[in-house]
């Protein structure tokens, strides 16, 4: 049975096809009904303001099993997901979402806001934090670093 530290260890494979692609290295993997559906961020490649990796694994998902309820779902992300992902996940009714570093200046987990804490949505989704930190933190901090270096924005 594969633990959440081998599927985060997916998303930071997909990541790194993000990043080759010309897109910041963010990975999921969704997992539901014995199935996983794999994407990562393609907002560059599109151009689509809402292509994160998150976006595309739901919808995927959901296009797949011809459902908009993905309840019982599980998603894993490299990087705590946004308030919009966090706004998709609760409606799609996912069950859980497990994530590797945290987002400082735009996660809707913990970090900035709490979409999953709050009271006020209709759906409860347990939160799992920190999966392969280290390594997802890093995968971000070198692709932003070498982007800075290079002068881009």
């Given at each position: 049975m594969r633990t959440d530290a081998d599927y985060i260890g997916r998303a930071l494979e997909l990541g790194r096809e993000a990043e080759r692609a010309g897109d910041v290295p963010i990975g999921a993997v969704l997992v539901i009904a014995g199935r996983a559906f794999e994407a990562h961020n393609e907002k560059e490649r599109r151009p689509d303001p809402t292509a994160h990796a998150e976006m595309l694994a739901i919808r995927a998902a959901a296009g797949a099993l011809g459902v908009w309820r993905l309840t019982g779902g599980t998603l894993y992300v490299t990087k705590e997901p946004c308030a919009m992902c966090a706004g998709a996940i609760v409606a799609a009714r996912l069950d859980r979402v497990?994530?590797?570093?945290?987002?400082?200046?735009?996660?809707?987990?913990?970090?900035?806001?709490?979409?999953?804490?709050?009271?006020?949505?209709?759906?409860?989704?347990?939160?799992?934090?920190?999966?392969?930190?280290?390594?997802?933190?890093?995968?971000?901090?070198?692709?932003?670093?070498a982007r800075r270096a290079a002068g881009e924005p």
């Open positions: 497990v994530f590797g570093c945290r987002d400082p200046k735009g996660g809707a987990a913990g970090s900035v806001i709490d979409v999953f804490a709050s009271a006020a949505v209709n759906h409860s989704v347990a939160v799992t934090a920190g999966v392969l930190e280290a390594e997802t933190a890093e995968q971000l901090r070198a692709f932003f670093q």
